[in-house]
């Protein structure tokens, strides 16, 4: 199934699966930059909550805004009983201490997953995950390359595929490049999230491995994967079309897990 199949069939399962309750789920945006790609991401989160049945409020600050003034923010919306899931989006004005505002965030209200208690997967791994299940991916003794270790994606994907069992090697910016090719010529599974055009182009690979395009690059307006299109494989998830609308989804299903959480407790 394509990916774009895959996340309408899954947003028509959750919008279901909403109507069945009295009260809709509530994310809050919390946005203190002036970024044009910030605006865009953020249009895109509303949409989709709309499409499920998500109420989404989306809360600009000045990026004037001291630190100590966003934390008093994040935590009013922590202390609000009506907000089942808070993020903050990037990027946070200059000089702010990220880490501290990611982990300012209640845990259980953590739908974008960076905080370390966060009961909640961090959405590109779930998204990517889930679709590998979708696709009848059978993890169990794979063995998967993640090439990337950033705190987002590449760390957190390889720690979930190797909660599935796989046999998972990490690449990054220090691995040599003999280590690099012998590891990704023996990969069931290549998950590249470099941030990099077509960083993975003409390297021996299995005609069965999947690959997975985490890469987002912009380039005149074209935007383009950390992995060259067309690669001889069992399957390449394309970009634009491919993760990012995974990550998209797997945001509203932390919601609407923030939000069961909560009926259940209430
Ligand atoms: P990052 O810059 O935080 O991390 C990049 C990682 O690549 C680092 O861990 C680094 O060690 C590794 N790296 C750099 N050069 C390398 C090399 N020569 N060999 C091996 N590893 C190398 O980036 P990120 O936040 O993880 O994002 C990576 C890419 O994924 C970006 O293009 C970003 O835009 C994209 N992204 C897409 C989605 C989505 O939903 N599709 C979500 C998050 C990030």
Not at 13 to 40: D, M, R, W, Y
Not at 184 to 201: H, M, P, Q, T, Y
Not at 240 to 263: C, I, M, Y
Request: aromatic fraction near 6%.
């Amino acid at each position: 199934m394509t990916i774009k199949a895959f996340v309408e069939q899954e947003k028509k399962t959750l919008k279901t699966k909403l109507s069945s309750f009295s009260t809709q789920p509530h994310l809050v945006i919390i946005q203190a930059n002036e970024n044009e790609g910030s605006n865009i991401y953020i249009r895109g989160k509303i949409q989709d909550c709309e499409d499920v049945g998500i109420k989404a409020t989306h809360v600009r600050y000045p990026i004037t805004i001291t630190q100590n003034d966003l934390l008093k923010e994040i935590q009013r919306f922590n202390e609000d009983d009506s907000v089942d899931g808070l993020l903050v989006q990037v990027p946070l004005p200059e000089g702010m201490d990220s880490k501290m505002i990611r982990e300012a965030i209640l845990p259980q209200k953590d739908v974008d997953g960076f905080h370390p208690l966060s009961s909640m997967m961090a959405c590109t791994p779930k998204g990517i995950i889930d679709y590998l299940h979708a696709e009848n991916f059978s993890f169990n003794g794979k063995h998967a390359v993640v090439i990337g270790r950033s705190f987002i994606v590449g760390k957190p994907l390889a720690s979930a595929l190797l909660e599935k069992d796989c046999t998972v090697s990490i690449l990054h910016s220090k691995t040599d490049l003999l280590t690099k090719h012998a590891l990704l010529a023996s990969a069931d599974l290549i998950c590249v999230a470099v941030g990099k055009k077509w960083f993975l182009s003409d390297e021996k690979i299995k005609p069965s491995a999947i690959l997975v395009d985490v890469g987002i690059n912009r380039e005149d307006g074209t935007l383009f994967g950390d992995i060259k299109p067309g690669r001889h494989a069992a399957l390449q998830t394309p970009v634009p079309g491919g993760v990012g609308l995974l990550t998209r989804l797997s945001l509203l299903k932390n919601v609407v897990e923030a939000f069961e959480k909560r009926q259940s407790r209430s």
